[in-house]
T-cell receptor, first 113, second 116 residues
Framework: GDSVTQMEGPVTLSEEAFLTINCTYTATGYPSLFWYVQYPGEGLQLLLKATKADDKGSNKGFEATYRKETTSFHLEKGSVQVSDSAVYFCALSGGGTASKLTFGTGTRLQVTL | NAGVMQNPRHLVRRRGQEARLRCSPMKGHSHVYWYRQLPEEGLKFMVYLQKENIIDESGMPKERFSAEFPKEGPSILRIQQVVRGDSAAYFC??????????????FGSGTQLSVL
């Protein structure tokens, strides 16, 4: 079945550091890929998405590229801020429906001054 | 426009008791999804409901778990005779148009169920 593997956290960075959170997936067919973010005390929010190979999703300075050859969708940001501290979830949807999202375990990011 | 509201935020039950988790979707949304996150695991799909109908319950355990989304009121996820393995974070999401490719889901902040 479908699965998502993302790097374990927590990840601790200083403000303005470069961020990479790795995500790889296993799926049949051509899934859509997502990154969700959960800020403390809040629900998950869609951060960005990509629907086909080589698409790049981007939002709020974050970006991720759908790499079919390496089955990856790594999240990057050039300069993190304290306000980026949150838990980040990689997810995929297969079979043409977004309701059955398959999530990774989440990676907690802590950004310090 | 309030987001997806889940209550309670934290629920403690003893083994054998019943747990009821509530989810009010965003205004105007008639599609609700329940996910469960067990410790050290990713969120797993449980059930998809539209008003008064269960559309897909392929992720629901066969026994003790049920879900409803009545014409009026919130969606309810009910767990009967809870066991320690039911301890998890339960997330609800809603959408406006239903299960379509790339349909955006809006998530609540979850209910943390702890079974003693």
């Amino acid at each position: 079945g479908d699965s998502v593997t993302q790097m374990e956290g927590p990840v601790t960075l200083s403000e303005e550091a470069f961020l990479t959170i790795n995500c790889t997936y296993t799926a049949t067919g051509y899934p859509s890929l997502f990154w969700y973010v959960q800020y403390p005390g809040e629900g998950l929010q869609l951060l960005l998405k990509a629907t086909k190979a080589d698409d790049k999703g981007s939002n709020k300075g974050f970006e991720a590229t759908y790499r079919k050859e390496t089955t990856s969708f790594h999240l990057e940001k050039g300069s993190v801020q304290v306000s980026d501290s949150a838990v980040y979830f990689c997810a995929l949807s297969g079979g043409g429906t977004a309701s059955k999202l398959t999530f990774g375990t989440g990676t907690r990011l802590q950004v310090t001054l | 426009n309030a987001g997806v509201m889940q209550n309670p935020r934290h629920l403690v039950r003893r083994r054998g008791q019943e747990a009821r988790l509530r989810c009010s979707p965003m205004k105007g949304h008639s599609h609700v999804y329940w996910y469960r996150q067990l410790p050290e695991e990713g969120l797993k799909f449980m059930v998809y409901l539209q008003k008064e109908n269960i559309i897909d319950e392929s992720g629901m355990p066969k026994e003790r778990f049920s879900a409803e989304f009545p014409k009026e009121g919130p969606s309810i996820l009910r767990i009967q005779q809870v066991v320690r393995g039911d301890s998890a974070a339960y997330f609800c999401a809603s959408s406006a148009r239903g299960a379509q490719t790339n349909e955006k889901l809006f998530f609540g902040s979850g209910t943390q169920l702890s079974v003693l």
